[in-house]
Structure formats: structure tokens, C-alpha cells
């Protein structure tokens, strides 16, 4: 089979803190806490989980920099969960 590279193109990004829904064109799709909500280059939007999103993409910006602070283990996760939700998220 042939193989081929994705174009370098520019997503915005944006890590969420807790689980979401995003209507795509293949229908709802969810995202966990920690995984990513992409906005791709015609407007749509999708999740991304966490480790998939760190072999694919990198940084442009000092700002996405920041973001891509080492992978949180499952007890971070959870504090981060927990943080989130006492200052007004589900």
C-alpha cells in the first residue's frame, strides 16, 4: 500500500477540562476530560484524545507551547476533574 504525509497545516486547539459532545459530520462524538477539541481548516470540529493528539501534532505559537505540558497520570486527572468541578463545571 502507498504511503502518504499529512499536509502541514495549522488546527486550532484547546484541551478541555471536562467530557464534552461535539456534532461532527460523521455524527456526535465525545471527549474525555484531558483530550482536545479541534477546529480543522473548513470550520469542523472534533475530539482528540490526549496521547493521539501529542504524535501528531506540535506546537506554532509560544501560547500552544504552554499547553503541552507533560500527559497528567489518572490521579492528576481526577484532581484536575475535581478542581474543575468545584469552580462551576459538571
Known amino acids: 500500500m502507498a ?3 499529512k499536509k502541514p497545516v495549522v488546527i486550532e486547539a484547546m484541551r478541555m477540562s471536562g467530557a ?11 471527549g474525555q ?3 482536545w477539541l479541534l477546529t480543522g481548516v473548513q470550520g469542523e470540529q472534533y475530539p482528540c484524545a490526549d496521547d ?5 501534532y506540535e506546537a506554532v505559537d509560544e ?3 504552554a499547553m503541552l505540558l507533560p500527559p497528567l497520570s489518572p490521579e492528576e486527572q481526577f ?3 475535581e ?8
Open 79 to 81: 484532581a484536575f476533574c
Open 63 to 65: 501560547e500552544a507551547e
Open 33 to 35: 476530560p484531558g483530550d
Open 20 to 30: 464534552f459532545t461535539v456534532e461532527t459530520r460523521e455524527g456526535t462524538m465525545t
Open 3 to 5: 504511503k502518504f504525509r
Open 52 to 56: 493521539i493528539f501529542r504524535q501528531t
Open 83 to 90: 478542581q474543575a468541578r468545584e469552580e462551576g463545571g459538571e
